[in-house]
Structures are given as structure tokens and as C-alpha cells.
């Protein structure tokens, strides 16, 4: 080869993964390769070897708060780039390109196709502490909202015996809240980096034990952040919605990336 000529560095090969609760789909870039496996630990392992054999580079998928966890976790372990985005995302490319059908093989191959053309940042994905607080925090917001609204159907119902039904499973639902609150205090306190966020949340005025661990599970990037970053992160931070047609205003978004 003429010594003037540059070769071309090889394409970008990255694969898109559609995660369902039983199956993942995966389809590999440039090549258009599809594999379909079951969305087990074992096959976890054979779609590592898949992807290392297809020289992938990048491994895609949705975060879509919990099942994508599990194969995420071992294609990190196995040393591939793993990013995930935010679902909507998704969506918001798949109309801008009039897609319409839906199977899971063509999700899988949107989610590689949005991979080559968008900038993903590389970040970290959350180690099994993390994961834990998080979940313990998610369940315990789900207890307090079960809470309230046996709290509220109290107040309204005139039956005793529905009224002691209702008092029966509000004890119930507290107890469980309770265990999982000491639950998460423990996981926290278990974790270094954690434990020494809420420590320094503690110290701010307002802040309680509740708040400072809803914090730390709900925006581990705390810390890493600058002072406009953090409050657009917490939905505290109104984002101009500006145009000639319309009266200006302001709007409260989240604008996690993933």
C-alpha cells in the first residue's frame, strides 16, 4: 500500500440490547447480527462470549430501573463499555426517524443505531451497594405512599369494621416501613463512600436522616456535580421555555441522563 494512503480506522462496533423481564435482544453494528437469549445468569455468560467474538466495542441498552441490572452488571465484568439511557430518549429518536414498528429485534437495533449517531457520555454503572440503597429507597417510598392512602380511605370510610381493617394494615405497612428504614441505614453506614455522604448531608440545616438517604440513593452523582448540574438533577432548577409564539415561562424537568 502506497505509503500516502491512510488506512481507515475500523467502525465503531457497538451492540444495542432490548431487555425484557424473560428475554434480551441484541443486535450488533455494522453487521446487523441478532441474537435472542433468555434473560438468565447463564445466558449472561453466552451473550459475553457472543459479543466478544463480534468484536464489540459498546454494549447500549434502556435503564429502565431494575431489570437491566443483572446483564449489565456481567458485560461490565467482562470488560465492554456499557451505557444506558434514559427511555425517552429512545423514543424521541425513534419518531425523529418515522420509525413505527415495534418488535423487539427492531428496538434492539434503534438502541444500536441511536448509540452510533448520539454522544453517550461514559459513566460508571452502580456497583451492588448502590443498587441496594436504591432499591430499599424505592421500596420504602412505596410503603410511605401505601401508608397515605390507607391513611386517607380512613378518614373517609364510616364502617368499623372496614375502619379496624384500615388500622390493621396501617400498622402493618408501618412495621415493614420501619424494617426497611433500618435496613437502609444499615446499607448506607456499610458502604465508605456512602457513609461519608451522609455525614457531610447531615451537617446541612433542614436535612434529616430521611432526606439525606433519599439523597444518596436517588443522586449518587452528588459530589461530582457543579451548583447548576445538582439542582437540574433534583427538579429544583426551572428551565426557560422561550419562543416568539408563545408567552415565555418557566418549567421544572428532570434532567437525568440516564
Not at 58 to 64: G, I, P, Q, S
Request: a positive charge.
Amino acid at each position: 500500500m502506497p505509503a500516502n494512503h491512510a488506512v481507515a480506522p475500523p467502525p465503531d462496533v457497538v451492540a444495542g440490547l432490548d431487555v425484557s423481564k424473560r428475554m434480551l435482544d441484541v443486535v450488533v453494528l455494522p453487521s446487523g447480527q441478532h441474537s435472542r437469549l433468555p434473560n438468565s445468569p447463564d445466558a449472561h455468560a453466552d451473550l459475553v462470549a457472543q459479543l466478544r467474538q463480534a468484536g464489540v466495542a459498546r454494549v447500549v441498552l434502556e435503564a429502565t430501573g431494575g431489570l437491566e441490572y443483572p446483564p449489565a452488571a456481567a458485560l461490565a465484568a467482562a470488560g465492554f463499555s456499557v451505557q444506558r439511557v434514559n427511555p425517552e430518549r429512545i423514543w424521541a429518536w425513534r419518531r425523529t426517524i418515522g420509525r413505527r414498528a415495534k418488535t423487539d429485534r427492531l428496538y434492539a437495533e434503534l438502541i444500536a443505531r441511536f448509540a452510533q449517531v448520539m454522544p453517550l457520555p461514559e459513566r460508571p454503572l452502580p456497583g451492588p451497594h448502590a443498587q441496594a440503597i436504591r432499591a430499599l429507597a424505592a421500596r420504602r417510598r412505596q410503603l410511605t405512599e401505601m401508608i397515605a392512602a390507607e391513611k386517607t380511605r380512613l378518614k373517609a370510610t364510616w364502617d368499623p369494621a372496614i375502619a379496624q381493617s384500615l388500622r390493621r394494615t396501617i400498622a402493618l405497612l408501618e412495621g415493614e416501613c420501619h424494617a426497611v428504614e433500618t435496613a437502609l441505614e444499615t446499607t448506607i453506614k456499610a458502604d465508605l463512600d456512602s457513609c461519608r455522604r451522609l455525614a457531610l448531608l447531615l451537617t446541612l440545616p433542614g436535612i434529616g436522616k430521611r432526606i439525606a438517604a433519599t439523597l444518596i440513593a436517588e443522586m449518587p452523582e452528588l459530589g461530582m456535580l457543579d451548583r447548576h448540574a445538582a439542582p437540574s438533577l433534583a427538579r429544583l432548577a426551572p428551565h426557560p421555555q422561550h419562543s416568539p409564539s408563545m408567552r415565555p415561562h418557566h418549567s421544572l424537568r428532570d434532567r437525568r441522563p440516564f
